[in-house]
């Protein structure tokens, strides 16, 4: 049975509507955009441009279309990006004429929306569901490997399907579809093998010629399917620290899943029992934990400001997050018992390269407590 839990963007929704005429709404396929929409803005008049016939009547028509009702959403408005200049003109001649678009296109949907509706625009992204909203619906697994397991796409979550079969599934139908859309790729079963390798690197440095190697491909190959699996919200490349912030362009990048549902799926894992036991069940660990506090940083912050720091020595930190001047460094252990080895990145870091605000270490053990200067999270009690 479907239920709706709540999102923590929907204040943020709700208000910017109040004064922008147009809100763009993006994110992965089967995010949760689409229920989102319905249930803060229910009186509007909701088209999906997927249909074949609505396109259609949009593509021929596009004043028509829009004049349907003063307020309207829109879903998958990448579909015609014509449609942004019409709504431009209509919002400029009569703002109180209301749109909510939704695309699953970061690239070509952003690129149109500034150069189309700047100064018009609230934009939201809309990732799956966060583990501060499954804690306030009460809908948390006590399990941690469970909660890694079935990922967080409202499809498994809200709806009860099973997690083998439909991250499979999604798999096959909106990563191949969005590949084909974006590239017009010709080599489908050498992407699929690219995305297990990738998976399989979870949480570590990227190496485009080595995954090139292994798939058989072209390095630029590889960089452009990496493109499109950020332009299509699956992954996240994570940038080094650096004090000088020009080093951080030129420094290689840490990939991780935005949803650990799907990385379990490309990894084969078909049980949440068979997490503890995998080779990669520490870096799946740290991506569930990185893809968090992304989806935190995205909803509260509007872009992200986390990076890892790594040395050639051997000192790293997993995970730094930067506010103005204000630094928070993490270490991340799937090990339920705290052990003082946990420290030591932290007190390098602290000690040599920039004082921080806050040390933490996030692990997999249920009880949360501060330790000398460094708290001590629980996987459950994140953010």
């Known amino acids: 049975m479907k239920t709706y839990i709540n999102r923590l963007l929907e204040p943020f929704i709700k208000k910017t509507a109040e004064t922008m005429p147009v809100i763009v709404m993006t994110g992965p396929r089967q995010s949760g955009k689409t229920t989102l929409a319905k249930h803060l803005?229910?009186?509007?008049?909701?088209?999906?441009?997927?249909?074949?016939?609505?396109?259609?009547?949009?593509?021929?028509?596009?004043?028509?279309?829009?004049?349907?009702?003063?307020?309207?959403?829109?879903?998958?408005?990448?579909?015609?990006?014509?449609?942004?200049?019409?709504?431009?003109?209509?919002?400029?001649?009569?703002?109180?004429?209301?749109?909510?678009?939704?695309?699953?296109?970061n690239f070509s949907l952003m690129h149109t929306v500034s150069q189309s509706l700047a100064g018009r625009v609230g934009i939201f992204s809309v990732f799956p569901f966060s583990i501060s909203e499954l804690r306030q619906a009460g809908m948390l697994s006590d399990s941690l490997n469970k909660t890694i397991f079935q990922g967080f796409y409202p499809r498994v979550i809200a709806d009860g399907n099973d997690p083998v079969s439909w991250y499979q599934g999604y798999i096959q139908t909106y990563l191949e579809r969005d590949v084909r859309d974006m590239s017009a790729i010709h080599m489908i079963e050498r992407f699929y093998t690219f995305l297990r390798i990738i998976a399989m690197r979870v949480g570590s440095i990227m190496n485009?010629?080595?995954?090139?190697?292994?798939?058989?491909?072209?390095?630029?190959?590889?960089?452009?399917?990496?493109?499109?699996?950020?332009?299509?919200?699956?992954?996240?490349?994570?940038?080094?620290?650096?004090?000088?912030?020009?080093?951080?362009?030129?420094?290689?990048?840490?990939?991780?899943?935005?949803?650990?549902?799907?990385?379990?799926?490309?990894?084969?894992?078909?049980?949440?029992?068979?997490?503890?036991?995998?080779?990669?069940?520490?870096?799946?660990?740290?991506?569930?934990?990185?893809?968090?506090?992304?989806?935190?940083?995205?909803?509260?912050?509007?872009?992200?400001?986390?990076?890892?720091?790594?040395?050639?020595?051997?000192?790293?930190?997993?995970?730094?997050?930067?506010?103005?001047?204000?630094?928070?460094?993490?270490?991340?252990?799937?090990?339920?018992?705290?052990?003082?080895?946990?420290?030591?990145?932290?007190?390098?870091?602290?000690?040599?390269?920039?004082?921080?605000?806050?040390?933490?270490?996030?692990?997999?053990g249920d009880i949360s407590q501060k330790i000398g200067d460094v708290s001590l999270i629980s996987w459950k009690d994140i953010l």
């Open 208 to 364: 485009y010629a080595t995954i090139a190697t292994e798939v058989g491909v072209a390095p630029n190959t590889i960089r452009g399917w990496i493109t499109i699996l950020e332009a299509s919200y699956i992954i996240t490349l994570l940038q080094p620290y650096h004090t000088n912030t020009k080093k951080r362009l030129i420094k290689s990048a840490k990939l991780y899943f935005n949803d650990t549902g799907l990385l379990c799926s490309l990894l084969g894992i078909s049980n949440e029992r068979d997490i503890p036991n995998n080779s990669l069940s520490g870096f799946i660990f740290e991506n569930y934990v990185i893809a968090e506090y992304l989806k935190n940083e995205k909803i509260f912050a509007g872009s992200h400001n986390l990076y890892f720091y790594r040395d050639h020595e051997g000192n790293e930190v997993d995970m730094v997050s930067e506010h103005g001047i204000d630094l928070n460094i993490f270490e991340i252990k799937l090990n339920k018992v705290f052990s003082n080895d946990f420290v030591k990145g932290l007190k390098y870091f602290d000690s040599n390269i920039k004082i921080v605000k806050t040390r933490n270490i996030i692990y997999g």
């Open 41 to 105: 803005f229910p009186d509007y008049l909701y088209v999906n441009l997927e249909f074949p016939d609505i396109r259609l009547f949009a593509e021929k028509d596009p004043r028509g279309f829009l004049k349907q009702s003063d307020t309207m959403i829109i879903d998958e408005i990448q579909r015609i990006p014509e449609l942004f200049s019409y709504i431009q003109g209509i919002v400029d001649e009569d703002p109180s004429k209301k749109y909510i678009l939704t695309g699953s296109n």
